[in-house]
């Protein structure tokens, strides 16, 4: 199977490394220096206590790239219109999406652009870090789940490729409840731990950091019930607090990208709460506190 993966930062070149043993990977990235380092000396991967390298196609513009029936966006927000274009350009008529981007709104951005028969959404828990050009790290091993939607066949066959190449991986028919199972975890972590500066243990360890994870999670909770979701988990609280313990030396994506000064996805996470929870006439204040202060922080 041939498959691009469209951001190959983090989690899309963790993902690539793993898929590259089972499949015909293409990473698309638009920062040449690392897809620089991937063509001179393989993506190097560290997991599992070794460090290995692996030969991958890697490149930072599309146009000679042979068509693709299957195309990963695991680009940052801001970039998913960048990934949408690119998607057009790449895909077989037929061709299918996947997001497993964090947060709402990267599905709705590429189904406006390539229709929603060609856009499938999963989520994942793969913890992953992006040390420098060329190299990341596994952070931590998780299920991936893939929606049934808009063909199931051809998502089981991508969950094949990756439970075989190692990242476990099921279909599921229940996508957005899961979608807002790992939202309401984000909620929780990410954007405290980005104007706190810590990694994410500290939130379930500092009394005053835990109660704000609480109220900003329950907040999002409310939300998620007034949709009539089912989340996959039954205390929302309890699971947020459970992840950033199991995760606790790891600093949060939102994190990586403050100290990076990249733009962050608090749009897509708490201040997408806030958007559903306004068209749901639900108050979420401490969701809009929150959204105001990261973008704050990143004007600064
Ligand atoms: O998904 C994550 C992220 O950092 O974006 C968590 C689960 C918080 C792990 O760091």
Not at 207 to 235: F, H, N
Request: with cysteine.
């Amino acid at each position: 199977m041939r498959i691009a993966i469209l951001g190959a930062g983090a989690l899309g070149g963790l993902i690539g490394f793993y898929l590259a043993r089972v499949a015909d990977v293409v990473l698309v990235d638009t920062w040449e220096a690392h897809v620089a380092a991937i063509k001179a000396h393989g993506l190097i991967c560290e997991y599992a206590g070794q460090t290995e390298a692996r030969s991958v196609c890697a490149v930072s513009e599309p146009h000679h790239v042979a068509p693709v029936p299957i195309a990963l966006v695991l680009v940052k927000a801001h970039q998913t219109a960048w990934a949408a274009r690119v998607a057009a350009q790449l895909l077989t008529p037929d061709g299918v999406a996947y997001t497993l981007q964090n947060g709402l709104g990267n599905y709705d951005m590429l189904a406006a652009s390539l229709g929603a028969a060609r856009v499938g959404q999963g989520v994942t828990t793969l913890g992953a870090t992006l040390l420098g050009p060329g190299r990341v790290r596994l952070a931590g091993l998780g299920p991936t789940t893939l929606g049934s939607v808009p063909e199931a066949q051809r998502a089981a066959a991508l969950a094949e490729q990756f439970s075989a190449s190692g990242l476990a991986t099921s279909v599921s028919t229940e996508i957005e409840g899961l979608i807002w199972g790992k939202l309401l975890v984000n909620v929780g972590i990410n954007a405290l731990t980005a104007l706190l500066r810590v990694p994410n243990g500290a939130l379930a360890t500092s009394p005053e950091a835990r109660q704000l994870l609480e109220a900003v999670v329950c907040e999002a909770a409310a939300v998620a019930a007034a949709k009539g979701l089912t989340l996959p988990y039954a205390d929302p609280v309890a699971h947020t607090l459970a992840v950033a313990q199991a995760t606790a030396s790891n600093q949060s994506s939102m994190l990586q990208d403050i100290l990076r000064g990249s733009p962050s996805e608090i749009n897509t996470i708490n201040g997408a709460i806030v958007r559903e929870g306004e068209r749901l006439g639900l108050p979420t204040p401490l969701n809009a506190m929150l959204t105001k202060l990261v973008l704050a922080l990143e004007a600064l």
